[in-house]
């Protein structure tokens, strides 16, 4: 069984998408930023190293007193001898971040620091390295962070209350469209179609619909004349058939003669049958009874039983009608008598000998259940068209799917389940 997806409407849609981006853009946007900082700081701070280092390695040189080491200022510097060769094989300038204590504010701070050799006038090597303090990365990020979040949130609510108001100006027309829609009726008289945008594509998309409402109309007004007139031109020839048919009957004919023609009258009558029942589904579910008024279905039902009792006497059937509650319904009457009449006619059709009938009625529902010499149905099929139980030589298999077609067209509920050997039918009003 496929799963429905649950679907997002597109202002959602919309808003969501755009703050994923705008999330997206603004937190690679921050990386930049604080890499660009990072690199503008350290090229500064690697700047004033070199300055510095360059200073003392100048006076170095020149044979003036330095002193080694340095660690009460900013600057902190440290000279140490070493071997010729390692010098000679450092002369390129180093650089890396680390963390010194500064005596003057004792404390950690992080730092920058610059490694260097150099060779004095006296050949002899030396290594100085200079710390100097430079910016808190952590304490960077997490103001970079805070004020990104901030004005990502800023940006977010100003884009969706702009979405909100723009959505709701540009998409009005479509509303009004959708709306119009929902409430059309192919039987039923519909307002014109509004034509209130000045955008090009909703215009184009009014003139499409009303172009194809209008097509829908015209196929919809061709099939009920269509439909109507066939199965006049049907019925006409069959009823002329079956007429001649039962004259022949008069003559002095064989038995055998007899037999055949009384067959052929019973498929007539039979084709006879499945014309009108196709032609009473078709109107249906095109909806074409339209008049509606108060019905009660207690009454409805006690009309219908009253023929069907004496029509299946001969099977001796014990009919119970439970009525709790009468059922008052707003509703077509052939519609809701047609209704009645098939599931009361399945339950006497497809019965036993002796067998029961049970009809109950409450507040909301009516409840059909008879006994059979049928197993329990196909619930997925009983409902279709041209279904028959293998028990039924009569059936055209029609019955129930006009039971189906009035529920669905009605908004009623149809149900079927099979209980201690007896077939149950529900309708949910």
Not at 158 to 178: A, D, E, G, N
Request: with cysteine; proline share 2%; charged share 25%.
């Amino acid at each position: 069984m496929i799963k429905k997806r649950k679907n997002k409407n597109l202002l959602t849609s919309i808003i969501l998408r755009t703050s994923i981006t705008i999330t997206i853009i603004m937190s690679v946007w921050a990386a930049l930023i604080f890499f660009a900082i990072i690199n503008e700081v350290n090229d500064e701070i690697d700047d004033s190293l070199d300055l510095y280092s360059d200073y003392l390695i100048s006076q170095k040189k020149q044979g003036y007193e330095v002193i080694e080491k340095e660690t009460n200022s900013n600057n902190i510097f440290l000279i140490t001898p070493v071997g010729l060769n390692e010098a000679l094989g450092n002369l390129n300038s180093s650089y890396k971040d680390t963390m010194i204590y500064l005596y003057s504010k004792e404390e950690t701070e992080p730092a920058r620091v610059l490694t260097r050799y150099f060779i004095d006038k006296n050949q002899n090597a030396f290594k100085i390295e200079i710390y100097t303090s430079t910016i808190e990365k952590k304490d960077l990020i997490e103001t970079i962070a805070y004020w990104l979040i901030s004005l990502v949130l800023i940006l977010l609510v100003t884009i969706i209350i702009v979405y909100i108001w723009i959505y709701k100006k540009s998409m009005k027309p479509l509303y009004i469209l959708l709306n119009w829609q929902r409430n059309y009726s192919l039987t039923g008289k519909n307002p014109p179609l509004p034509d209130m945008s000045s955008i090009k594509e909703f215009e184009e998309l009014y003139r499409a619909t009303n172009q194809s409402t209008q097509r829908m109309e015209k196929a919809y007004s061709d099939q009920k004349h269509f439909i109507g007139n066939a199965s006049h031109e049907i019925q006409t020839p069959l009823a002329v058939s079956i007429n001649r048919l039962e004259n022949l009957l008069n003559l002095d004919l064989t038995q055998e003669q007899a037999e055949e023609i009384i067959k052929t009258i019973s498929s007539l009558e039979h084709l006879t049958r499945l014309n009108k029942t196709l032609l009473l589904l078709t109107k249906i579910e095109n909806n074409q009874f339209l008049e509606k008024e108060n019905l009660s279905l207690k009454a409805i039902i006690d009309k219908i039983l009253e023929v069907f009792k004496d029509v299946y006497a001969y099977k001796n059937i014990r009919v119970s009608f439970e009525n709790e509650k009468d059922i008052n319904l707003y509703s077509n009457k052939t519609i809701i008598e047609i209704l009645v009449n098939n599931l009361i006619k399945n339950a006497f059709n497809h019965n036993i000998e002796n067998g029961e009938i049970k009809i109950s009625i409450n507040s909301n529902s009516l409840t059909i259940f008879n006994t059979s010499n049928s197993k329990e149905l196909d619930k997925e099929k009983i409902f279709q068209r041209f279904f028959k139980d293998s028990s039924s030589n009569t059936s055209i298999g029609l019955g129930l799917s006009l039971v189906k077609s009035i529920c669905d067209n009605n908004n009623f509920l149809l149900d079927y389940y099979f209980k201690s050997g007896m077939h149950y039918f529900e309708i949910k009003f």
